[in-house]
């Protein structure tokens, strides 16, 4: 798999990708942030109310990927020679801390309608919202997902997972519409639907910034990716062992450096042959290596 090098037509193509599937999916959650807000205190939802301020929170996360995506497509310079792909994972972290903000908030509103239900009479137009909620934002999740991974973009993984939480949210909203609508005395379970979502809200957080935080603390790649990497140098002609490999992320991308025995007595060309090859076969390999640096040593003369 060819790098995505940071100011290349790759890194280019990256950055419009990345703005028009978040375009989408502010555009989307405007209208429906709205619609819940709107039809959630008309129709007596306090769960589509809440679901609603879910949307808003959705919002403001997408703008934050909108403007992180200007920095973090900016290609290497002088204060960053790793590049910006960072700025993508803080992102990711942000969007994880809002999305829990938002669920604790909201957990602590459907408490309260749990224990103080609404005597609206809930209308079908609740229901209708939060149907088209759960069609809209599954599309939005499969289209968002597909492009993260195409990408190797954390940022648009986060809002996949973001999407598909408020699809599975919206679920209970409209079940409850349903239940009220047969029996009027289960008001009382629209407080604990919006509690539902909250749930559904503060698993999604945390599924989105614990490996972003993971990540910014430098952690190395799973030790597969890693015996992976260590046997693709074992199969280059010339390398006799391999030690000292480290691995590091660089937003979704792997950075990777390691030492590698070779003869003694090699001509110094052909040493730095071999190391050349080594790093040429790690980037191409699939593992998502976006830099990699070896180091020569060589072996013990007897």
Not at 120 to 132: K, R
Not at 234 to 241: A, E, Q, S
Not at 261 to 267: F, G, K, T
Not at 271 to 283: G, H, M, S
Request: aromatic letters at 6%; proline letters at 4%.
């Amino acid at each position: 798999m060819k790098p995505d090098i940071p100011g290349s037509l790759e890194g280019a193509a990256r950055f419009r990708e990345t703005r028009r599937v978040t375009a989408w999916g502010l555009f989307s959650n405007l209208m429906l942030s709205g619609a819940k807000i709107t039809g959630g205190a008309v129709w007596g939802s306090r769960a589509l109310v809440a679901d609603g301020v879910n949307s808003i929170s959705d919002c403001i996360s997408d703008i934050a990927i909108l403007i992180g995506a200007i920095f973090w497509s900016k290609p290497s310079d002088d204060t960053h020679p790793h590049g910006h792909a960072r700025i993508e994972t803080m992102v990711a972290g942000f969007v994880g801390m809002l999305i829990i903000a938002t669920g604790a908030m909201l957990a602590w509103e459907s408490f309260d309608a749990a224990l103080n239900p609404t005597q609206h009479e809930m209308g079908w137009m609740v229901f209708i919202i939060a149907v088209a909620s759960v069609i809209s934002k599954e599309a939005l999740y499969r289209w968002t997902i597909l492009k993260s991974r195409q990408l190797r973009s954390p940022a648009l993984a986060a809002k996949a997972w973001d999407h598909r939480s408020d699809c599975l949210s919206s679920i209970p909203v409209a079940l409850v519409v349903i239940a009220i609508r047969i029996s009027p005395s289960l008001d009382h379970l629209d407080g604990i639907a919006g509690g539902v979502v909250a749930v559904f809200i503060l698993r999604t957080g945390i599924r989105i910034l614990k490996p972003a935080l993971w990540q910014l603390t430098d952690s190395a790649a799973p030790a597969e990716v890693r015996e992976e990497l260590l046997s693709i140098a074992r199969g280059v002609p010339g390398v006799l062992d391999i030690h000292d490999l480290r691995t590091r992320y660089q937003g979704e991308g792997v950075q990777a450096d390691m030492h590698i025995v070779v003869e003694a007595n090699l001509p110094l060309m052909k040493a730095f042959a071999i190391a050349t090859e080594v790093e040429k076969r790690l980037r191409s390999s699939g593992t998502g290596v976006v830099d990699a640096l070896v180091r020569l040593e060589p072996d013990r003369l007897e």
